[in-house]
């Protein structure tokens, strides 16, 4: 008897942790805004829309010069630090949408 009750308690705390209240969504909070997006979509046609691997690599090697120039100056320093944090994979996922877009239309 005092063990079927310990369980009844048991399930009781249980089921009530698992309340919809107390689950969170999949996967934690979104890192990369919109700012780390429009980014890389500017960057990414300097490299002649190389590969996420090589965007990456890129923007790494080249980020003294890609930052000072002129034409990137509104990106913020906390947007800078993102994307010198992306990996390729991430980067891959954000320009996903973009990517089918500028696909050669032409087939030969």
Known sequence: MKVSSKLGQLHVAVVSDLSPKSLSRRGGKKVYGPDVVEALKRIWPLTG???SKHLVAFIRLNHD???THP???DISAKTK???LKVSAS???RLLKPYRDK???RKRH
Do not use: M, P, V
Request: net charge negative.
């Open 90 to 92: 991430t980067a891959d």
């Open 102 to 104: 500028t696909k050669l």
């Open 49 to 51: 829309y190389a590969s």
């Open 71 to 73: 034409e990137f100056n």
């Open 65 to 67: 010069i890609l930052f």
């Open 81 to 83: 630090a993102l994307l």
